[in-house]
């Protein structure tokens, strides 16, 4: 099997997930990092024994030995890297969220067309084994017709977590607070496992960190699905600890309910409950233990030739509903898909 020599851009606390993903695959080395601040390449370099240090990431495309970037760095710099590194026929994999506009994601996804390259986006949580079990029941059909769910984040960031990083909590840099930044993958999961949004009404605030942040830290979203269904969103960075997520999926036959990684379901009055908690979580147990699976995964999709199941046309659908939701909050309206 092909060895695939891979770069880092962004050195910053996620990288960390991506690299050791990375150590524990046979067939992949990274070979190169890449950070605007020197000394966070170098040491990422030193932790995970990679030979290449670059601070100008248009310099490390050009090293024709490459065959993968990881982009892990700030939001805003995310259609842009991956467009760049496509161009020069890389396959990406780029963390979340897949750009900051609708037009941008559109480039993205045009790019990866054009190079014939794969373009994969940080989606982890929908390998997490409570996700795949409660989409396996919900794809039985057993429960019956979907007739609503809710999602909920309620965790805590601190001053220090942007202060630490200062594209945080900035419209320009980081596009949005708790909704684009920690309970977009929970949106995702919403909208993956019950039906596509037809329409959204939301409100955003910043209740706490007034002085820190100009985005939101807490957001409510009601969205109505293709045939009525009504989806309920909450996610704030306002509370004392990261709190397990839950997610909570109503049909006519019973529900499904997901809370960390303990799934209920419950059908006709009885009650099942699985702990699908497998202690093999890479970085934050809140971030979920998806990052190796999905890597192992996106690898295997490039030695295949086959497609990424989070690829351009699954992300963009949590940048259309981001956009229709901030755009909702903005103007104090409903707004359709
Ligand atoms: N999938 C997840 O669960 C998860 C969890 C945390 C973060 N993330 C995502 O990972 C990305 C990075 O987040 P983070 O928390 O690691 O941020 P961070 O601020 O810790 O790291 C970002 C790094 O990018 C570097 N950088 C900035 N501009 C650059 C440039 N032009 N070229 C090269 N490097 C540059 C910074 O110096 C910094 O080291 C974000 O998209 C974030 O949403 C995903």
Same mark, same amino acid.
């Given at each position: 099997?092909?060895?695939?020599?891979?770069?880092?851009?962004?050195?910053?606390?996620?990288?960390?997930?991506?690299?050791?993903?990375?150590?524990?695959?046979?067939?992949?080395? *990274?070979?190169?990092?890449?950070?605007?601040?020197?000394?966070?390449?170098?040491?990422?370099?030193?932790?995970?024994?990679?030979?290449?240090?670059?601070?100008?990431?248009?310099?490390?495309?050009?090293?024709?030995?490459?065959?993968?970037?990881?982009?892990?760095?700030?939001?805003?710099?995310?259609?842009?890297?991956?467009?760049?590194?496509?161009?020069?026929?890389?396959?990406?994999?780029?963390?979340?969220? #897949?750009?900051?506009?609708?037009?941008?994601? +559109?480039?993205?996804?045009?790019?990866?067309?054009?190079?014939? +390259?794969?373009?994969?986006?940080?989606?982890?949580?929908?390998?997490?084994?409570?996700?795949?079990?409660?989409?396996?029941?919900?794809?039985?059909?057993?429960?019956?017709?979907?007739?609503?769910?809710?999602?909920?984040?309620?965790?805590?960031?601190?001053?220090?977590?942007?202060?630490?990083?200062?594209? +945080? !909590?900035?419209?320009?840099?980081?596009?949005?607070?708790?909704?684009?930044?920690?309970?977009?993958?929970?949106?995702?999961?919403?909208?993956?496992?019950?039906?596509?949004?037809?329409?959204?009404?939301?409100?955003?605030?910043?209740?706490?960190?007034?002085?820190?942040?100009?985005?939101?830290?807490?957001?409510?979203?009601?969205?109505?699905?293709?045939? !009525?269904?009504?989806?309920?969103?909450?996610?704030?960075? *306002?509370?004392?600890?990261?709190?397990?997520?839950?997610?909570?999926?109503?049909?006519?036959?019973?529900?499904?309910? #997901?809370?960390?990684?303990?799934?209920?379901?419950?059908?006709?009055?009885?009650?099942?409950?699985?702990?699908?908690?497998? !202690?093999?979580?890479?970085?934050?147990?809140?971030?979920?233990?998806?990052?190796?699976?999905?890597?192992?995964?996106?690898?295997?999709?490039?030695?295949? +030739?086959?497609?990424?199941?989070?690829?351009?046309?699954?992300?963009?659908?949590?940048?259309?509903?981001?956009?229709?939701?901030?755009?909702?909050?903005?103007?104090?309206?409903?707004?359709?898909?």
């Amino acid at each position: 099997m092909k060895e695939w020599k891979t770069a880092i851009v962004g050195c910053g606390l996620i990288s960390k997930n991506h690299l050791k993903a990375i150590n524990n695959l046979e067939t992949v080395t *990274c070979i190169a990092v890449c950070d605007i601040e020197k000394e966070k390449a170098e040491a990422a370099a030193k932790m995970y024994g990679v030979k290449q240090i670059y601070t100008d990431y248009q310099e490390m495309l050009r090293n024709p030995e490459i065959d993968v970037v990881h982009i892990c760095t700030p939001h805003y710099l995310h259609a842009q890297m991956a467009i760049d590194a496509l161009h020069c026929g890389k396959n990406v994999l780029c963390e979340k969220p #897949m750009a900051l506009t609708v037009e941008d994601a +559109k480039k993205m996804a045009a790019a990866e067309k054009d190079s014939g +390259k794969l373009l994969g986006i940080c989606f982890q949580n929908r390998y997490n084994e409570a996700v795949s079990a409660m989409r396996k029941i919900l794809q039985s059909g057993t429960l019956g017709k979907l007739l609503g769910a809710r999602g909920q984040v309620t965790w805590n960031r601190n001053p220090e977590y942007y202060s630490s990083s200062p594209w +945080k !909590g900035c419209w320009a840099t980081e596009g949005g607070g708790v909704l684009i930044n920690q309970a977009i993958h929970t949106l995702d999961l919403l909208q993956w496992l019950t039906c596509p949004v037809v329409s959204v009404e939301a409100g955003i605030a910043t209740r706490r960190l007034k002085d820190v942040i100009e985005v939101e830290d807490t957001a409510d979203v009601l969205m109505i699905g293709e045939h !009525g269904e009504r989806l309920l969103f909450y996610a704030t960075n *306002c509370y004392v600890k990261n709190a397990p997520v839950e997610l909570e999926i109503v049909c006519e036959n019973g529900s499904v309910k #997901m809370t960390g990684n303990t799934v209920s379901v419950e059908k006709k009055g009885k009650m099942t409950v699985t702990d699908y908690s497998s !202690g093999t979580t890479l970085g934050k147990d809140y971030w979920g233990s998806g990052h190796g699976v999905l890597i192992q995964d996106f690898y295997h999709c490039i030695q295949e +030739k086959i497609p990424f199941s989070v690829g351009s046309a699954e992300a963009i659908v949590s940048v259309q509903l981001l956009h229709a939701i901030y755009c909702s909050a903005r103007e104090g309206k409903m707004v359709y898909l």
